[in-house]
């Protein structure tokens, strides 16, 4: 089946640090990523869609400058959080479905765990 | 109101029961419908798509009402391994694949 990789996993970082999280797809294409964050107990919070070859889109409420999106191929999204603070630390999950196919379901990645000390 | 709601639970399920739940969703016009459950601490996996006829897969059974706009999840022969949180999620028509999601439903068996 699908399958969406992420990494790191973890990351525990002193506060002023960017911190980078790639998300790829393994075995298909995927022109559309999506990143989302989730504090605990709390549901998936869509910040951007990440678009191969153009400008992410950004949710209302997300800084583009603080969380940079670059999606250069069609199995690769990336995720910076620039000069990262501990109200930053969270989980940040990425997610992709087939290119072209529609109502197929998504696949997360396995999620990053950013502490912001 | 939120676009997907749910019951929070827990729903606190005796070894080997039945438990079911469900969810509402607001958009009309959304096209394909689907439960996962997450972990504690881990990413959402796919459980099963939900179809318009229903479906089932093997012990979990979905069901899908578009008049009333819910879709529902039973859960048959519950295991230890079945506590989880359950994510309805829908995904609405011509939202580019942005998904809406509940916030889950979390289900607790014991023993």
């Known amino acids: 089946g699908a399958v969406v990789s992420q990494h790191p996993s973890r990351v525990i970082c002193k506060s002023g640090t960017s911190v980078k999280i790639e998300c790829r797809s393994l075995?298909?294409?995927?022109?559309?990523m999506f990143w989302y964050r989730q504090f605990p107990k709390q549901s998936l919070m869509l910040m951007a869609t990440?678009?191969?070859?153009?400008?992410?889109?950004?949710e209302q409420g997300v800084e583009k400058d603080k969380f940079l999106i670059n999606h250069a191929s069609l199995t690769l999204s990336t995720l910076t959080v620039t000069s990262a603070h501990p109200e930053d630390s969270s989980f940040y999950i990425c997610?992709?479905?087939?290119?072209?196919?529609?109502?197929?379901?998504?696949?997360f990645g396995d999620g990053t765990r950013l502490s912001i000390l | 109101r939120k676009e997907v709601e749910q019951d929070p639970g827990p729903f606190n399920v005796p070894e080997g029961a039945t438990v079911a739940f469900n969810c509402t969703y607001s958009?009309?016009?959304?096209?394909?419908f689907f439960w996962y459950r997450q972990d504690c601490r881990k990413e959402p996996k796919l459980l099963m798509s939900?179809?318009?006829s229903g479906n089932e897969d093997g012990r979990f059974t979905a069901q899908l009402n578009r008049a009333s706009q819910y879709i529902s999840l039973l859960i048959r022969d519950s295991k230890l391994s079945d506590s989880a949180t359950y994510l309805c999620?829908?995904?609405?028509?011509?939202?580019?694949?942005?998904?809406?999601f509940g916030a889950g439903t979390q289900v607790v068996v014991t023993p």
């Open positions: 939900v179809y318009s």
């Open positions: 999620v829908v995904l609405p028509t011509d939202s580019w694949g942005k998904l809406q």
């Open positions: 990440s678009n191969e070859g153009s400008k992410a889109t950004y």
């Open positions: 958009n009309s016009a959304s096209q394909s």
């Open positions: 075995d298909f294409q995927a022109t559309t």
């Open positions: 997610s992709a479905s087939r290119t072209g196919v529609d109502g197929q379901p998504q696949h």
